[in-house]
């Protein structure tokens, strides 16, 4: 089950981290490292907004070959301002359009939506 790192955080409740060998997670890097496998605990922990930081720190990754879920606002609500401009232009959008996170989130979503219309075959008359 990979993660998808959404917040740079550091991992200290990996048996690995210390003071002298930390053990850091970098926006889009994968979660967990290989070899350590964290408890559910952890896992829940991380992939809901956590109550001092005020972010969520990894999602699920989806497994190759299904269909990519759209996010939905509360989805995108979870990310930061740099997660969510780096989303805009994967969706081919330009991050400038919007002015704040309000504006963000509704362009993600506008974003998602023509690229699924894209994507989607048309029919045959």
Known sequence: MPFKVLNFFRDTK???????????YEV???YPRKGYQPPEERIAELTKKHPKYK???IEEVQPEGEEPKLLTQADIKKMNKGPQEELIKEL???PNEAKNEEE???LIIKLQ????SDTQPSPEQ
């Open 14 to 24: 990996d048996p690995q981290d210390s003071e002298q060998n930390k053990v850091i």
């Open 55 to 57: 972010r969520v720190f």
């Open 28 to 30: 889009g890097h994968e």
């Open 113 to 116: 939506e023509k690229s699924e």
């Open 92 to 94: 081919n959008g330009d």
């Open 104 to 106: 963000r989130i509704a």
